[in-house]
């Protein structure tokens, strides 16, 4: 039996992974958010705790006994923050492997074209999702940052892995794409420890996204 704390429980990527998560029965999860009546109907299949990412504390009495921590933290003007609470509350814990999810850019790794419009595009949550990373990247927890390109909400698992330091010329990826590598991971704890890991779709190269 596993034990896995999902924070930012509400996302979208989250409920994808919540739901592969609950069919499996050597799962044992816990949801954490900021407002736990968003996920009421979910009481029988999780332990549900209400709070903020940035308060480390709150965090800590979620992470208590757990195997994994899954990170799926939104807003750039938190995400430094949420970074700095997530690692206290998890060495208080004495909880290691930490799952994050970050964003496309944040080593410069986007070439060309489509490298400019993400860029232009997300500006400023470049910038505060790479602080967030390079603290997780120095915190000696076991860790995987996923990077996943602009995400559709496609009913397929195709994707294709990059490491850090490799360009990434994919421009979209399903969101459940994305929720089948967390659970890929959450069953192998010890896969792409210490890695941060870009996650496309194969032969969506391009200028920017197809749909966008």
Do not use: C
């Amino acid at each position: 039996m596993v034990k896995v704390v999902v924070l930012g429980a509400h996302g979208q990527v989250a409920q994808i992974a919540e739901r592969f998560l609950f069919a499996d029965k050597d799962v044992e999860t816990s949801l954490f958010l900021r407002n736990a009546k968003r996920m009421e109907d979910k009481k029988n299949q999780a332990t549900i705790f209400e709070g903020s990412a940035t308060d480390a504390a709150q965090l800590e009495k979620a992470m208590k006994g757990q195997d994994i921590v899954y990170a799926n933290l939104g807003g750039k003007d938190d995400i430094d923050l949420e970074a700095e609470a997530v690692i206290e509350a998890m060495k208080n814990a004495h909880v290691k492997r930490l799952i994050w999810i970050s964003t496309l850019g944040i080593y410069d790794e986007v070439p060309g074209k489509f490298g400019e419009w993400n860029k232009e595009t997300l500006g400023d949550y470049i910038t505060e999702y790479a602080k967030a990373a390079k603290k997780i990247e120095e915190s000696g927890l076991d860790y995987t940052i996923i990077r996943p390109t602009w995400m559709d909400n496609k009913d397929e698992v195709d994707y294709e892995k990059s490491k850090k330091g490799e360009p990434i010329k994919d421009t979209e990826v399903s969101r459940k794409s994305v929720a089948a590598y967390v659970y890929h991971l959450i069953k192998n704890p010890k896969e792409d420890v210490g890695e941060s890991i870009g996650l496309g779709k194969p032969g969506t190269e391009g200028d920017k996204p197809g749909w966008y």
